[in-house]
């Protein structure tokens, strides 16, 4: 089961939908944005979009299955791409590496971390299957860091995922053991938290809540997927130009009042204990209480962190999760808090139990999204972390 998000007919310039208005519909929304939306939401400088690039920065797409579509690529930075610079690399690894194997979730990969990590490098991983895939892509990279010549990606992102429970505990330990190698390496992998809410794409509500991985791995950062909606909260995020109308990002969830078509996942292991860094922010959510696109996007403007980075001497950020969590704590300014949706249903149906958004951290947004701006300056202000 892959993760996927429909995005043929919700590409949207400007904050922007083709979707007729409606006397039911309460508000509009925006489901997947363009990277000149993405770049204004969350507050990307111009200037650091068009910098030269630093000889080692790199990035990669892990895919299986699958190849990316050339084509697409190429129609996809004509339309959207016309300010950033898709720098698309070499493909690696023993999976599909032909035309005729292409497929939508590759091709939107490479497209969104290539243009939100605009000039740097962005390569492809192929390997076959989700079961066997994973034993590919870390034999690929092995060997390619074998090689001294070779300028080995720094960060990569995944969006194809399973249901937790499809993974014998083996498998996930060893899988584990090798992401927690590329973190101590210098190296960031980002994950898709899946499109179907606590259920992980299941076609019944359960007794127990289904993560997808390897996005419920503590080893690796979790990315899940936000909309925009009319204000409902009085919190303006954007405001598009030509409407002028006060959009607010809330959790992508599936419901009777928008067009999105995917929940964004989140939840807690089953296989992992909770890691020391985030017990406080868990432990204040309990007492109180699509992502495809998003992990390429976000992991995009980290390689542009760690592009600046590496330009002032600096190590790359490598294993992010500890880090972000701490800033969380000292410097909450450097995300946005997302206060509103839920992740109940799955793309067929919705159940009565799943998790709500609330302030401060939650399993659903968890520390929000990020001032990409704010958090490049504070990650690149002192030379010798």
């Known amino acids: 089961q892959q993760s996927k998000v429909s995005v043929e007919s919700k590409f949207v310039e400007n904050g922007q939908t083709s ?76 999976g599909y590496e032909n035309k005729s194997y292409d497929g939508g979730e590759t091709s939107l990969d490479m497209e969104y971390m290539a243009a939100m990590g605009a000039g740097i490098v962005t390569d492809y991983i192929s390997g076959d299957t989700n079961s066997t895939g994973y034993t590919q892509f870390f034999a690929t990279l092995a060997t390619l860091e074998s090689n001294k010549r070779n300028v080995v990606p720094l960060v990569y992102s995944i969006s194809y995922a399973d249901s937790e429970r499809t993974y014998e505990p083996n498998a996930v330990r060893m899988i584990d053991i090798h992401f927690m190698k590329m973190g101590v390496s210098g190296k960031t992998v980002f994950a898709s938290s899946g499109d179907n809410g606590v259920w992980a794409g299941s076609g019944a509500c359960r007794k127990r809540f289904d993560p997808y991985y390897p996005a419920s791995s503590p080893y690796i950062t979790s990315v899940g997927g936000t ?38 996942g989140g939840g807690f292991s089953d296989y992992h204990s909770m890691p020391i860094w985030q017990k406080t922010f868990v432990q204040s959510y309990l007492t109180s209480a699509s992502t495809s696109a998003s992990s390429p996007a976000i992991a995009g403007l980290f390689s542009l ?81």
């Open 19 to 94: 979707y007729s208005a409606s006397d039911s519909q309460q508000f509009e929304e925006v489901c997947v944005g363009t990277p000149s939306l993405l770049s204004s939401l969350y507050n990307v400088s111009t200037s650091t979009l068009k910098e030269k690039r630093h000889a080692k920065s790199r990035q990669a797409v892990v895919g299986f299955s699958q190849y990316y579509d050339v084509k697409s690529i190429k129609a996809f930075a004509q339309s959207f791409g016309k300010n950033f610079n898709l720098n698309i690399g070499k493909v690696y690894g023993t």
């Open 227 to 264: 909309q925009l909606v009319r204000g409902i909260n009085g919190s303006c995020r954007y405001i598009p130009q030509a409407s002028g109308i006060c959009l607010e990002e809330i959790v992508a969830y599936k419901n009777d009042l928008t067009d999105c078509l995917i929940t964004s």
């Open 305 to 385: 962190i760690n592009d600046q980075r590496l330009k002032l001497g600096m190590k790359p950020l490598g294993f992010l999760n500890p880090l972000l969590y701490r800033l969380a704590k000292t410097n909450p300014e450097v995300f946005y808090d997302i206060i509103t949706g839920k992740n109940n249903c799955n793309t067929q149906l919705c159940c009565q139990y799943g998790f709500k958004a609330q302030k401060g951290y939650d399993p659903v947004s968890g520390l929000g999204s990020i001032n990409h701006g704010l958090m490049m300056k504070l990650l690149t202000q002192n030379p010798t972390d």
